[in-house]
């Protein structure tokens, strides 16, 4: 995938996700009497867990028990329950919590109750109203030096370890170290510079990119130039000035200033690896289940510690297609999102392979899509704006799109065809490949429709039609 189409290289926010608190020691006003030995939970045997791992993560429940309700009705048989650290500035090691409500151990608990599976991840909410942060996301955090970096690290191991004890004394079923971060994460020696920050700093790219967003000016109103819900740009060409520089100066930081060098890259990189092959170490130390990494849809190859883990967790934002069609129609949409499946299981299988891998279950942690039309063009997006080149015309005069995606009409049927088609794709695979899907984001009510672009409404009433392609995952193969 071309740098300016990366995740990295757009701001990508889940405003007004379900944003847990984070565990600071014990639970405040709910810690137990017993020992921990007589209150640890039961975890599912593997004869126990089910064979495909079907479920999401919830919106704002209002009802825990309308929760679970809706989870059964829809014949789901997983739950995702997460926390976030809180990072300050992204190049420092800025990294806190706070103590959680108790009502996260409700959830998993009652889960449990009713016979569904578990599945915790940590995460990092990148503070994206902080100045410095402006045009950055979570996967992008890099403290600046290497005695922050060890700092940072420092500080995330306390946090993931303690929620690790937590799991396993709740008998959590699957626990993901960490999600999306990206630059963190990336740990696989460099052969060639790395993609996206050599785009970054190369300044001729970087000046063709900023000609191709002023040709479409015209198209950009002001509103879409808002960042992190503050204020925006008057124009668009010092918005794109903006973002131009902050990338730059982000990686010059995960660089050193030159893409080019190697040697500096990767003694980074063995650094980062060190520091999460000592956090995995600590987490079996204390959680004796299943143990992964989400890592996002675009860096799952860069990560090098994937054979210490249990799980391979993929966030599964690929896009399905690279342009817009004159006619959406499924007919002539659904051969391109059916390619698109094909061509990225194969990339996950060969993957797998080459690495020796093959037996690593893969789970995609997340997967979901827009409620509105080009859902499958950009998953992951969902505000501000998207130039999208036609790819079959590489003349100087080739059609750009300009997509402004709170703009797009409602189109549900998208993100079904999309389901469909991984389902198409899968089921002919020889070996399966994933033992689950996990969606972001469910909810067992409705209301949540306008500020959650993301979400599928799974309660009493429903009629998404992506619902019944995501059952589709749990009937008997043949």
């Known amino acids: 995938m071309s740098s300016p189409s990366t995740r990295g290289a757009i701001r990508w926010s889940r405003a007004g996700t379900l944003l847990l608190t984070a565990l600071a020691g014990t639970i405040a006003g709910c810690e137990p009497s017993q020992s921990n030995e007589t209150m640890t939970r039961a975890r599912a045997t593997n004869s126990e867990l089910p064979a495909f791992f079907l479920g999401g993560i919830q919106v704002h429940e209002a009802s825990l028990g309308g929760w679970f309700d809706a989870l059964e009705a829809q014949g789901m048989n997983t739950i995702q329950v997460t926390d976030y650290a809180r990072q300050g500035d992204w190049d420092t090691d800025d990294l806190s919590w706070e103590e959680k409500p108790s009502w996260v151990l409700d959830e998993i608990r009652g889960a449990q109750e009713r016979g569904l599976a578990v599945a915790f991840v940590s995460r990092v909410h990148l503070a994206e109203t902080a100045p410095r942060n402006e045009f950055l996301w979570h996967g992008m955090i890099m403290p600046k030096t290497e005695e922050q970096l060890a700092s940072w690290f420092e500080k995330y191991g306390r946090y993931v370890v303690e929620w690790a004890e937590i799991a396993e004394r709740e008998g959590v079923d699957v626990f993901m170290i960490g999600s999306e ?8 020696p460099a052969t060639q510079p790395p993609g996206l920050e050599e785009y970054f700093l190369d300044a001729e790219k ?133 390619d698109g499946w094909r061509g990225v299981l194969k990339d996950i299988a060969d993957f797998r392979q080459r690495q020796q891998l093959a037996d690593k279950p893969v789970i995609f942690t997340e997967m979901g899509y827009t409620y509105r039309a080009k859902s499958t063009l950009r998953p992951y997006a969902h505000e501000g704006f998207t130039l999208v080149h036609d790819p079959d015309n590489a003349s100087e005069e080739r059609q750009e799109y300009v997509v402004v995606w709170a703009e797009e009409p409602v189109r549900l049927e998208e993100r079904a065809w999309a389901v469909r088609a991984l389902w198409q794709a899968h089921s002919a695979l020889e070996q399966p490949l994933l033992d689950g899907i996990l969606y972001w984001k469910l909810s067992s009510h409705d209301y949540h429709r306008d500020d959650e672009a993301f979400m599928v409404h799974i309660g009493e009433g429903t009629d998404d039609p992506v619902l019944p392609e995501l059952r589709r995952f749990l009937a008997p193969a043949g």
């Open 181 to 188: 971060l990206n630059a963190l994460a990336t740990t696989v």
């Open 206 to 338: 970087q000046e063709g990119r900023r000609s191709e967003v002023l040709a479409q000016e015209e198209l950009i109103a002001e509103q879409h130039l808002e960042v992190s819900e503050r204020e925006g740009y008057a124009s668009v060409d010092a918005y794109i000035d903006a973002r131009i520089e902050r990338e730059r100066e982000w990686a010059a930081t995960v660089t050193g200033g030159d893409a080019s060098s190697l040697e500096a890259i990767n003694r980074k990189r063995a650094v980062l690896d060190g520091h999460w092959r000592e956090l995995i170490a600590r987490v079996r130390a204390v959680y004796s289940g299943k143990i992964g990494y989400a890592a996002n849809f675009d860096q799952y190859p860069e990560v090098g510690f994937w054979s210490e883990l249990d799980v391979m967790g993929i966030n599964a934002y690929f896009s399905l297609r690279d342009r817009v069609l004159p006619d959406e129609s499924e007919a002539q949409l659904y051969p391109l999102l059916l």
